[in-house]
């Protein structure tokens, strides 16, 4: 199984970045998929989930309305739209996956990809 995300970088404040994770050697529309970060110093945090089906979503508090994760299935590709980007958004992204049927937690993790927002 890989994950593989893309799209970081570095944004201004205020700004826009789309993430991309895409999918191989799993079935994919059996997979609850999530994006977690983890910033310099912290915790790793769940920021989205998007259940395998792509009927609900469930967001972290700290980018409630400015984060917006969706699917396609059919390109086994997961994603998340970051809008109103803040300088505390500064981490390392990670996809991740759980097949519905598991009691883990998390089943498999992307490799991470940096998004830094600064001026």
């Known amino acids: 199984v890989q994950l593989v995300e893309s799209g970081g970088g570095l944004v201004q404040p205020g700004g826009s970045l789309k993430l991309s994770c895409g999918a191989s050697?799993?079935?994919?529309?059996?997979?609850?998929m999530m994006w977690y970060r983890r910033a310099l110093g912290k915790e790793r945090e769940l920021v989205a989930l998007?259940?395998?089906?792509?009927?609900?979503?469930n967001y972290a508090d700290s980018i409630k309305g400015r984060f917006t994760i969706s699917r396609d299935n059919a390109e086994n590709t997961v994603y998340l739209q970051m809008d109103n980007l803040k300088p505390e958004d500064t981490a390392v992204y990670y996809c991740?996956?759980?097949?519905?049927?598991?009691?883990?937690?998390?089943?498999?993790w992307g490799q991470g990809t940096q998004v830094t927002v600064s001026s």
């Open positions: 050697g799993l079935t994919f529309r059996n997979y609850h």
């Open positions: 998007i259940i395998s089906s792509g009927g609900m979503t």
């Open positions: 991740a996956a759980r097949s519905v049927w598991s009691s883990e937690t998390v089943d498999y």
